[in-house]
């Protein structure tokens, strides 16, 4: 399904400038987090941790006002509650108070579905489908930041994709249906100094990502398994999207997205280091992959593919290297 929606692509990267979020500078900033439906004790356990983590980086790191910073979960309060008509509620009142100059981030938490037609977030009650988040979404000006962190979470990239937006994704197919771990680990890239790729002192939306990724490819591979799910980011509105690891023209609105102020007497950023860092960061992922794909690829497609992969990673640690000289 997704292959057959690159065709899209051809005509989206020609509006790629009309596409690309201005950073949210000096704007305000809001945020939702939706614990959805848990199904079960031991999942109502985990997203109330991922939940409340969430919240007080948002909060103490990142500073958001609490006044704009909206959690919604299976609690027991009704105006608490992670229903539909919360979640409206929610953006009708983001709507009324926030310009374009303003930022809004949203993770959805928990589990979702997918009936061959739509792809779905599992919410107390009625749930909402990919196609209703995107009218939701279309009703606020400010730029909007949706993580959905889901099973079965793709074809929110298609449908959710468009101007002013970053859309990430913990899977790269609906077919992809067991429970995720990515929520956890994108969670602690946004407090982890070491997702800093450039080390300008906050992690952006796409060094989040890139780090999250990372840290999934890891969680399967110690456990000598094949990774069952592979994130996915769109920020030029094409509704494709691209891994971490992987070719693309996305990435670029991500790398200048913060939910962070500016550090104060922070240089200014170096665009060109900026592409060659996150260049490098791609390409070490894709040595991760390789070295996980080893055992299922002929010997000299692997050692093609490995031998391509640290020039390129050579050629790019140099241009960097002589960069930093510069």
């Known amino acids: 399904m997704k292959r057959a929606r690159a065709w899209r692509r051809s005509l989206a990267l020609g509006l ?5 979020p201005a950073v949210s500078a000096g704007g305000e900033r809001y945020a939702l987090i939706v614990a959805g439906a848990s199904g ?6 985990q997203y109330a941790g991922w939940t409340a983590e969430l919240h007080g980086i948002l909060l103490e ?3 958001l006002d609490r006044a704009r910073v909206t959690v919604l979960s299976d609690a027991q309060d009704p105006e ?6 919360n979640v409206r509620r929610v953006f009708e009142a983001v709507r009324e108070k926030s310009t374009r100059d303003d930022l809004f981030f949203i993770v959805l938490i928990g589990h979702g579905t997918f009936d061959g037609v739509d ?3 599992n919410l107390v009650g009625p749930d909402l489908e990919s196609g209703q988040w995107a009218e939701l979404l279309g009703s606020v000006q400010a730029q909007a930041v949706i993580v ?8 929110f990239v298609e449908r959710l994709a468009g101007e002013r937006r970053i859309v990430i994704t913990a899977t790269d197919s609906a077919a992809q249906r067991f429970d995720t771990v990515f929520p956890g680990y994108f969670i602690q890239a946004l407090r982890d100094d070491g997702a800093d790729i450039d080390k300008n002192g906050r992690v952006s939306i796409w060094e989040a990502f890139v780090a999250a990724t990372r840290s999934v490819r890891l969680h399967y591979q110690q456990r000598g398994q094949l990774a069952t799910e592979r994130a996915l980011l769109d920020d030029n509105g094409d509704g494709v999207g691209r891994e971490a690891a992987g070719a693309g023209e996305d990435g670029s609105a991500a790398s ?5 102020d500016p550090v104060a007497g922070a240089p200014p950023t170096d665009e060109a280091l900026l592409a060659l860092l996150q260049k490098r960061a791609s390409l070490e992922l894709e040595v991760e992959e390789l070295k996980v794909r080893r055992t299922f690829l002929p010997p000299e497609e ?3 593919e490995f031998e391509r992969v640290m020039i390129e990673l050579a050629r790019v640690a140099r241009e960097i290297r002589e960069r930093n000289r510069s």
């Open 16 to 20: 790629v400038s009309l596409f690309v």
């Open 40 to 45: 079960g004790a031991a999942y109502a356990a």
């Open 302 to 304: 692997y050692q093609r």
């Open 61 to 63: 790191r990142m500073k």
């Open 148 to 155: 959905n962190t889901t099973s079965a979470s793709f074809p």
């Open 119 to 121: 792809a779905k977030f």
């Open 256 to 260: 200048h997205t913060y939910l962070e």
């Open 80 to 85: 608490a509650m992670a229903t539909a008509a």
